[in-house]
């Protein structure tokens, strides 16, 4: 379920959207190979271009095991 103007971070487990209608604006980063979009919280800061974590070097990868919350 995607609201129109919104965007979905695609990690499992993972709340984070942005969405500009409602004053959301989480970081999530689209990647050209893929139309999928993961947020910020899924890459370590050295995988950031700059302090503000707006730019992600080309090669970064998400971690997507950095939120397991149940185990
Ligand atoms: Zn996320």
Redesign the pocket.
Known sequence: MSERGGY????HN???SSNPKRGIK?T?FRFPKDTKR?????FENKMFFNFEKTRLQPNAV?NFQI?NKSM
């Open positions: 979905c971070c695609c990690i993972c709340n984070s989480t999530l993961v947020c910020k919280l899924h998400p939120r």
